[in-house]
T-cell receptor
Framework: GQQVMQIPQYQHVQEGEDFTTYCNSS?????IQWYKQRPGGHPVFLIQ?????EVKKQKRLTFQFGEAKKNSSLHITATQTTDVGTYFC????????????FGKGTSLLVTP | KAGVTQTPRYLIKTRGQQVTLSCSPI?????VSWYQQTPGQGLQFLFE???????NKGNFPGRFSGRQFSNSRSEMNVSTLELGDSALYLC??????????????FGSGTQLSVL
């Protein structure tokens, strides 16, 4: 079945360093979504990308959707301690669009 | 607007028991999805309901079931609990209608521990 994979699994950075997480799908996606889960919290929607090659920015966060619509990335510039959490990508299930398949996430730890 | 509400927040059960979890979606959202989150497996899709109809079911045994009521509130039930069912169960509502899933709004989850 469809798989959504993320790397790295963990990332530990010093505050001020940049951070990137990568997401790859085994199938072409109609859209890709990113979520953030703080420790002890629940996933919170960040953004949705729909178009091939799309790039969207939210302050220090830059999201990209690959040309083939099978991969995506999230880049954080100059990390802050508030960026700590697990970042998930998710894409609609290829068999049914009503389910989102989530990657296993990248856990980001930021040291002051 | 109130967010997604899940009850109870924590639950402790023993093997063989059954459990029912409740979810109230954001007002106006007719789609409700359930996910199981564990440290090893991440977020795994259980099922999705729209207007009281189950539109999709994940790869879980028949012990996991759910339903949605006419007011869009949803419940999920797990019968004959196993130790491996210990997890955070997340409910999410979405404004999606008949298109592919739009963004999900998650509740705080129910942390289930099976002893």
């Amino acid at each position: 079945g469809q798989q959504v994979m993320q790397i790295p699994q963990y990332q530990h950075v010093q505050e001020g360093e940049d951070f990137t997480t990568y997401c790859n799908s085994s199938t072409t996606l109609s859209n890709i979504q990113w979520y953030k889960q703080r420790p002890g919290g629940h996933p919170v929607f960040l953004i949705q990308l729909v178009k091939s090659g799309e790039v969207k920015k939210q302050k220090r966060l830059t999201f990209q959707f690959g040309e083939a619509k099978k991969n995506s990335s999230l880049h954080i510039t100059a990390t802050q301690t508030t960026d700590v959490g697990t970042y998930f990508c998710a894409g609609p299930d290829s068999n049914s669009g009503y389910a989102l398949n989530f990657g296993k996430g990248t856990s980001l730890l930021v040291t002051p | 607007k109130a967010g997604v509400t899940q009850t109870p927040r924590y639950l402790i059960k023993t093997r063989g028991q059954q459990v029912t979890l409740s979810c109230s979606p954001i007002s106006g959202h007719r789609s409700v999805s359930w996910y199981q989150q564990t440290p090893g497996q991440g977020l795994q899709f259980l099922f999705e309901y729209f207007s009281e109809t189950q539109r999709n079911k994940g790869n879980f045994p028949g012990r996991f079931s759910g339903r949605q009521f006419s007011n869009s509130r949803s419940e999920m039930n797990v019968s004959t609990l196993e130790l491996g069912d210990s997890a955070l169960y997340l409910c999410a509502s979405s404004p999606t209608t008949d298109r592919v899933t739009e963004k999900l709004f998650f509740g705080s989850g129910t942390q289930l521990s099976v002893l």
